[in-house]
């Protein structure tokens, strides 16, 4: 199992910016792959990008996340980032970092009992 650590959530007014980073230690992180999720409260965690174990592969949620949010990954540093541009106040919410070694979960309904995940990171947009 990977050990997953979520940084760099924070208060931002609508229309900005934030990079959220993810470290991850213990097993080797390049053989898994990664993905960023976040819930609310109330409401179920949703998937919202993935990349594959080298990083030339991206999966995105099939809304208007896309376009506003990049995954990426630097597997010399076990880091898995997330940039988030002109952020919107319904972004807010708890952003969560999985690892998982199988692609293909990603592109089912994700069971949460399934891979790796951080203790997430709040992101809260307000003016």
């Known amino acids: 199992q990977v050990k997953l650590v979520e940084s760099g959530g924070g208060l931002v007014q609508p229309g900005g910016s934030l990079r959220l980073s993810c470290a991850a230690s213990?097993?080797?992180?390049?053989?898994?792959?990664a993905a960023w999720f976040r819930q609310t409260p109330g409401k179920e965690r949703e998937f919202v990008a993935a990349?594959?174990?080298?990083?030339?592969?991206?999966?995105y949620a099939e809304n208007s996340l896309k376009g506003r949010f990049t995954i990426s990954r630097d597997n010399a540093k076990n880091m898995v980032y997330l940039q988030i541009d002109n952020l919107k106040p319904e972004d807010t919410a708890v952003y969560y970092c999985?690892?998982?070694?199988?692609?293909?979960?990603?592109?089912?309904?994700?069971?949460?009992?399934?891979?790796?995940w951080g203790q997430g990171t709040q992101v809260t947009v307000s003016s």
């Open positions: 999985n690892a998982d070694q199988n692609w293909a979960n990603y592109y089912v309904d994700y069971d949460l009992e399934s891979g790796s």
């Open positions: 213990g097993s080797s992180f390049s053989d898994y792959h």
């Open positions: 990349i594959d174990w080298r990083g030339s592969s991206t999966h």
